[in-house]
């Protein structure tokens, strides 16, 4: 495993591991996915993952409970981050759900608390506030947001008066948007962005087409998986198959590599099994030659898929032929 370059703590490995799917039906991964959760953690423990991503949202409070649990007595060793959903985020507010947050994953500390996506109405002054407090009692270790464009996050970091460690935003291959502010800001800074999503929620492993899709509500949601998009995407998956040939790899973790190469990101894909836990761990050692870079950044801006306001009536059609 490699760790960020950075002055934090505890390290923080290239790969964690996201935790949305545990306990969200919405997956679709089946009553048993639960007792796999615990062997996924198991698993990134060992292979030295350090950083486990979960949130208040997911699954309500479930994905927080079996990743402290599955975590165990290990939970002091690792980065526990977590998420407050920002409903109403006043100061207060945030102290009280941190609180619950710990609770639920059994730790006397977070070590990362992110704000989950930036509330349009609340400013970052009062949610900052209460995340200060939460530190100066020693309930917080660092303070990260998710989803907030670069003047938000310096801003949030203006009004913490501390740094914002991370930005937890969508980066794979097939969403590249970080790499025009966001990660020049955190090499510059110091910072860390955290890349959700890393897979492309799957697109990028090359399993699914057309007449394969995959299963589950997040993911029929998602405009990728229409079949036009994945009939748009068989060229990548072509690039990703080929680079992954020459190391010996498999698409996603090529995927992967592509992203950890810049230094201050690190990747946080979930995952439907323990093998996919190791898969990925172990793209944290792919090292990609410049050329292999280029032919990955050629394929991923020759796709063009259909996404936003286009996509809508092709999703509806989609999930009622279900
Ligand atoms: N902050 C936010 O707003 C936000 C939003 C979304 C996600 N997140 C966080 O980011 C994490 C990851 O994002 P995500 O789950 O949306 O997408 P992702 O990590 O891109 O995709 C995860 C899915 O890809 C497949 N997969 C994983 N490893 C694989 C491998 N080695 N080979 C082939 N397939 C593999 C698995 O699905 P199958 O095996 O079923 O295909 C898995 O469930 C979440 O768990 C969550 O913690 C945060």
Redesign the pocket.
Known sequence: MRYVPLDTPKPISKIGL????FGSRE?G?GPDYEQRAAQIVRRALDLGVTLF???EI?GFGRSERILGAALGDDRAKVVVAS?IFPVLPLAPVVQQRAVASAARLGVAGIDLY?V??PNPVVADTTTMRGMRALQDVGLVGEVGV??YGLRRWRFAEAALGRRVLSN???Y?MVDRGPEKDLIPYAEQAGRIVIA???????F??G??DARNP?A?A?RRANPYFLPENLERGTELIATLREVADAHDA?P??IALAYLLRHPNVVA??????V???E??AAAAEIDLADDEHAALVAAAHAFRPVTGLAAVPKLIRARTRK
Do not use: C, F
């Open positions: 996201g935790t949305w799917q997956w991964y991503d979960t949130a997911y998420k992110q989950h996506q998710s989803n937890q935003v969508r794979s959700y999503s890393p897979l492309g929620q799957g990028l492993s399993r699914y995959p589950g997040v498999t996603s973790q946080i894909p979930g995952a439907s099994g093998e996919q836990m898969r990925n």
